[in-house]
């Protein structure tokens, strides 16, 4: 493979039911109830995967989160806050593992 | 989106794209792309032609007060094309001649700047003809236009009102600064007087709807989803009401295209449209019941045609001093690579989703 990651890949996700058809159809009718609008807009949903999507850093639901969050009306600065929602979730991720450090460290240390 | 607002219309730079030949050009020969009518025929679809006649769109102008960065017309405070009375009358010979036409669609630029935008009002109510005007609402705020909102009312017209978003930002980056806060303002004026009640339980016939077209290089969303959107945002934020949101594609035609072609997304906007090509769009389409008139009075299959100066079909009348009833009907309809917007994903028309 001359790249990880193709942006034409993301066209062909459809694909990925070819060589288990039934699990594929499941797939994406369980992915498209999942989207369509309920007690959450699909606006709303949109923005909630784009933050994942960054969450993931999965660049083809980047992209096409991207332009699902626009087509659905938010504006960039809607979407910018949904990414930092993502970055906030990760970096305090990362951050209340401090306490398990701190735990530790102080249970070793003299 | 950083780039300038446009304040001039293509016409008055001297573009090249003003010119609808090289608009055509431009858009025929997209790599990816296959030629529309080809593609309907691959589908099993035969040719589009037109049923009965029920709608004649008027392009009463070009001029507008507002210089919109994807304004398929081109209009602007520069352009002077604008429909004589001596047109309108013509029109109006032709809804006497045709019963099945029930409604007057009047489109522009701001058609409310045309001199003589009332009198066809009156003259096509007073025929008992339902009349759609398309506004650009900030025209309800304009010098001179203040007895504007009370006319509407008291002809029982039809607003159908851009407002491409319920955000400011993304509202004025399409249609210039401080558009959305007049907007609202417009949408206030026609709500005292009655406008955009029916989702409220008021089934009053003063209809108010509102057009959402994408303020970028992407399609519309959702129709039902957005206007569910539109509707619990204006009445929370801005105390203000509507009846019904259509979604419009933006065709790649004149200042859109432009667009397109300075941003670089000119191809990539095709395949999309191309792609999302949806047969089942083709029986509910516009021109298929429309007759769409010029400034001039010549005669096109849509609006979009118009500005792409597609007349309609060879064998039919070319301008509204000639049109006779029943020459239109089963008429082939002229089609092209822009076509592709009426027809991706649920479709589109100057009345929303088609599916």
């Given amino acids: 493979m001359s790249n990880y990651y193709d942006s034409s890949d993301l066209a062909k996700f459809r694909e990925i039911g070819k060589a288990a058809p039934e699990l594929g159809r499941k797939f994406f009718e369980y992915y498209n109830a999942v989207f369509a609008e309920g007690a959450l807009s699909e606006r709303e949903k949109a923005l909630i995967a784009l933050a994942v999507a960054h969450a993931v850093q999965c660049p083809y639901c980047i992209d096409a989160y991207t332009r699902a969050s626009l087509e659905k009306g938010s504006n960039l600065e809607q979407m910018t806050e949904a990414v930092h929602v993502a970055a906030a979730i990760k970096g305090g991720a990362a951050l209340v593992h401090g306490v398990q450090m701190r735990t530790l460290a102080e249970k070793i240390s003299m | 989106m950083s780039k300038p607002l446009l304040l001039r219309t293509l016409a008055r730079e001297g573009h090249p794209l003003a010119r609808a030949e090289a ?48 304004c398929h017309v081109d209009a602007g405070p520069d352009r002077r094309e604008v429909m004589t009375w001596a047109t309108m009358e013509a029109c109006l010979r032709a809804l006497d001649a045709c019963p099945t036409i029930t409604t007057l669609d009047i489109t522009g630029g701001a058609p409310e700047m045309n001199p003589h935008f009332q009198a066809l009002v009156r003259a096509a109510r007073a025929r008992g003809k339902h009349v759609i005007d398309r506004c650009n609402l900030t025209i309800l705020a304009a010098p001179g236009y203040a007895g504007l909102a009370d006319f509407f009312a008291e002809q029982r017209v039809e607003i159908v009102a851009s407002l491409p978003s319920v955000l400011a930002d993304r509202t004025d980056a399409q249609r210039g600064d401080g558009v959305f806060e007049k907007s609202i303002a417009a949408m206030r004026l026609l709500n005292e007087r009655g406008y955009g009640r029916s989702s409220g339980g008021n089934p009053g016939d003063l209809r108010l709807n509102l057009v959402y077209n994408p303020t970028g290089a992407f399609l519309p969303g959702n129709q039902a989803s957005l206007e569910a959107d539109y509707r619990r945002t204006l009445r929370e934020r801005h105390a203000v009401e509507f009846d019904r949101l259509y979604t419009i594609t933006n065709l790649p035609i004149s200042r859109f295209l432009e667009y397109l072609e300075r941003s670089g997304n000119l191809q990539e906007y095709m395949r999309q449209l191309h792609a999302a090509f949806n047969p089942a769009t083709l029986d509910g389409l516009m021109c298929r019941e429309t007759l769409s008139v010029g400034w001039d009075g010549r005669l096109f299959d849509c609006d979009f045609n118009q500005m792409l100066e597609l007349a309609v079909d060879g064998a039919l009348p070319r301008h509204i001093d000639q049109f006779v009833d029943g020459a239109f009907a089963e008429a082939a309809i002229v089609t092209g690579q822009h076509c592709y917007g009426c027809t991706a994903g649920s479709g589109s028309s100057c009345g929303g989703a088609l599916l």
């Fill in chain 2, 23 to 70: 608009q055509r050009a431009t858009i025929d020969h997209v790599p990816g792309v296959a030629a529309f009518a080809e593609r309907v025929r691959s589908t099993g679809h035969t040719a589009l032609r037109r049923g009965v006649l029920r709608v004649m769109q008027i392009n009463v102008g070009k001029l507008c007060n507002q210089t919109c960065k994807h």
